[in-house]
C-alpha cells in the first residue's frame, strides 16, 4: 500500500470549490505531518503552493492565492487542499509530500479539471 | 531571480552511466541545500535526493541506493548527480530543486526547481 494514496483525477465547475485529498497509510497518523502541496502545469516543473500541519503551524506559499488552503479530515487520516472560487488557470496536476522515515514521499498525484 | 538549469541528459543504454548537472544562479548556492527529483514520462514525482549546503548530510531513495551519488561544488554553484548501472526505470526528467527549511526540523520543501533533463534508458 503507498504511503500517500491522491485520486487520480477530479473534474469541478469554475467558481465552485474543490477538495483534493492526501490519504496517508493506515498506521501513519495524519496528525503528526506537515502536509506539503504542489501545483504542476503541462511543460513546467511542480510550484510550492502551501504546507499544513494544523491551524497554528501552516504556511502558504510566495504569491499563492489565499483560495487556495490546506486542512486535514482526522476521521479519514487525510490531508486536503481546498481551492475554492475555481478558476480555468487552476487545471493542473497536484502533487502532496511527507517526510516520512527519512524520505521525501510524494502522492500520485490528482489531476484537476476545471470544466 | 533564482536560476536552476539541468543539463547532461540523454540516451544510455542499460547499465550504463551519466551525470547530470544542474547549474544554479541569483541566489548564494552555499547557504541551501539541493535535491533532485524526478518524474517518469506521464508519472508522478519522486524524490531521489538530498544533500545538504556543506555537503555534510546526504539522503537516497532506497530506489537509487547504492547506484547515484549526489555532489554539489559551491565554487562553482553546481549540483550534480552521477548516475551508474542505470536501468530502464530511472527513464524521467530529472528535476534540481532548491530546498528551504530543515530537514526533519519545522518545515522543510522545495521552492524552486529547474525545467529539468531528460534520462532515457534503453537499448
Known amino acids: 500500500q503507498a504511503v500517500l494514496t491522491q485520486p487520480s483525477s477530479l473534474s469541478a465547475s469554475p467558481g465552485a470549490s474543490a477538495s483534493l485529498t492526501c490519504t496517508l497509510r493506515?498506521?501513519?497518523?495524519?496528525?503528526?505531518?506537515?502536509i506539503y502541496w504542489y501545483q504542476q502545469k503541462p511543460g513546467s516543473p511542480p510550484q510550492y503552493l502551501l504546507r499544513?500541519?494544523?491551524?497554528?503551524?501552516?504556511?502558504?506559499g510566495s504569491g499563492v492565492p489565499s483560495r487556495f488552503s490546506g486542512s486535514k479530515d482526522a476521521s479519514a487520516n487525510a490531508g486536503i487542499l481546498l481551492i475554492s472560487g475555481l478558476q480555468s488557470e487552476d487545471e493542473a496536476d497536484y502533487y502532496c509530500?511527507?517526510?516520512?522515515?527519512?524520505?521525501?514521499?510524494f502522492g500520485g498525484g490528482t489531476k484537476l479539471t476545471v470544466l | 531571480e533564482v536560476q536552476l538549469v539541468e543539463s547532461g541528459g540523454g540516451l544510455v543504454q542499460p547499465g550504463g552511466s551519466l551525470r547530470l548537472s544542474c547549474a544554479a544562479s541569483?541566489?548564494?548556492?552555499?547557504?541551501?541545500?539541493m535535491n533532485w527529483v524526478r518524474q517518469a514520462p506521464g508519472k508522478g514525482l519522486e524524490w531521489v535526493s538530498y544533500?545538504?549546503?556543506?555537503?555534510?548530510?546526504?539522503y537516497y531513495a532506497d530506489s537509487v541506493k547504492g547506484r547515484f551519488t549526489i555532489s554539489r561544488d559551491n565554487a562553482k554553484n553546481s549540483l550534480y548527480l552521477q548516475m551508474n548501472s542505470l536501468r530502464a526505470e530511472d527513464t524521467a526528467v530529472y528535476h534540481c530543486?532548491?530546498?528551504?527549511?530543515?530537514?526533519?526540523?519545522?518545515?522543510?520543501?522545495?521552492?524552486?526547481w529547474g525545467q529539468g533533463t531528460l534520462v532515457t534508458v534503453s537499448s
Open positions: 493506515s498506521g501513519i497518523n495524519v496528525g503528526t505531518y506537515r
Open positions: 499544513y500541519k494544523s491551524d497554528s503551524d501552516k504556511q502558504q
Open positions: 541569483g541566489f548564494i548556492f552555499s547557504s541551501y541545500s
Open positions: 509530500m511527507i517526510w516520512h522515515s527519512s524520505v521525501w514521499v
Open positions: 544533500i545538504s549546503g556543506s555537503s555534510n548530510t546526504i
Open positions: 530543486a532548491r530546498g528551504v527549511g530543515v530537514v526533519g526540523g519545522s518545515y522543510y520543501y522545495f521552492d524552486y
